[in-house]
Antibody, heavy 122, light 112 residues
Framework: QVQLQESGPGLVRPSETLSLTCVVS????????WNWIRQPAGKGLEWIGR???????NYNPSLKSRVTMSVDTSKNQFSLKLNSVTAADTAVYYC????????????????WGQGTLVSVSS | DIVMTQTPLSSPVTLGQPASISCRSS???????????LSWLQQRPGQPPRLLIY???NRFSGVPDRFSGSGAGTDFTLKVSRVEAEDVGVYYC?????????FGQGTKLEIK
């Protein structure tokens, strides 16, 4: 069973860069799209963007100017950087896989990490 | 962006009774590959979202058959045939047809 685990600092200062890593276990990172989603406390879900195992990316236009994603296939992990953070970036950050079924093709966000809370505060 | 609108926002249900949640998209969700990337996620309290249904009506691995999805075009529905205590949580519809992926605001399913 595929498992994802986010890690990174729980506290980031305003104007600095949020950096998170998602380690994938139980399966290969290759040939899949890997996503970041966030959820402020008590609120809904916001898709941040995705990266393919080859490194190609798609970002949410609302965050595009501040987001960078990367992938390290040798370590089976991918990463998120969000710069110039403010209190509005305080949220639980999730990583998730966009699945693929050999019979039906692409599916959706099928496996999710447990999430990591990132607070932006001085 | 495609706006996903769920109704109701709260659904008190008696154990063993059915529940239904609607999701309407601001645009049609048929992708250029012919698929409709509309899915339903369940988020239990304190847990990450969990995939229930993908491409309108396909149950994900391990999801009980009391959960079913239907719909087409811009109108979609998640049904729970007989609500159990473990079904309490917030349910989200999500579209992955067009960037950026977007979610409904969530429907809270609770027991009466």
């Amino acid at each position: 069973q595929v498992q994802l685990q986010e890690s990174g600092p729980g506290l980031v200062r305003p104007s600095e860069t949020l950096s998170l890593t998602c380690v994938v276990s139980g399966g290969s990172i290759s040939s899949y799209y890997w996503n970041w989603i966030r959820q402020p406390a008590g609120k809904g879900l916001e898709w941040i963007g995705r990266i393919y195992s080859s490194g190609s990316t798609n970002y949410n236009p609302s965050l595009k100017s501040r987001v960078t994603m990367s992938v390290d296939t040798s370590k089976n992990q991918f990463s998120l950087k969000l710069n110039s953070v403010t209190a509005a970036d305080t949220a639980v950050y999730y990583c998730a896989r966009f699945g693929y079924d050999i019979l039906t093709g692409y599916t959706t966000l099928d496996y999710w990490g447990q999430g990591t809370l990132v607070s932006v505060s001085s | 962006d495609i706006v996903m609108t769920q109704t109701p926002l709260s659904s008190p249900v008696t154990l063993g009774q059915p529940a239904s949640i609607s999701c309407r998209s601001s645009q049609g969700l048929v992708h250029s590959d012919g698929n409709t990337y509309l899915s339903w996620l369940q988020q239990r309290p304190g847990q990450p979202p969990r995939l229930l249904i993908y491409k309108i009506s396909n149950r994900f691995s391990g999801v009980p058959d009391r959960f079913s999805g239907s719909g087409a075009g811009t109108d979609f529905t998640l049904k729970v045939s007989r609500v159990e205590a473990e079904d309490v949580g917030v349910y989200y519809c999500m579209q992955a047809t067009q960037f950026p992926y977007t979610f409904g605001q969530g429907t809270k399913l609770e027991i009466k």
